[in-house]
């Protein structure tokens, strides 16, 4: 195997496992913010707060898996 063809594999292998990584991430987040909210108006307010931080952090991590498989998708 040439030296092209072997980093082209371990780029492959790294992006593979980073887009693995984000889509575990990703999930993560999603099953935290429908986990519903407490009763108690004070905890609600601040896992109202959280909820906004989290869908920001869903969000760039939805880019950076869209722009993986983008790269994946050139590698084929």
């Known amino acids: 195997m040439g030296q092209v063809q072997q980093q082209a594999g371990t780029d492959r292998a790294r992006l593979v496992e980073k887009r693995d990584e984000l889509r575990a991430r990703l999930e993560a987040i999603k099953a935290d913010i429908r986990r519903g909210l407490e009763s108690d108006l004070e905890e609600r307010a601040i ?26 998708a050139a590698l084929d």
């Open 47 to 72: 896992q109202l707060q959280n909820d906004e931080v989290l869908e920001g952090i869903a969000n760039a991590t939805a880019a950076e898996l869209e722009e993986v498989d983008a790269r994946l």
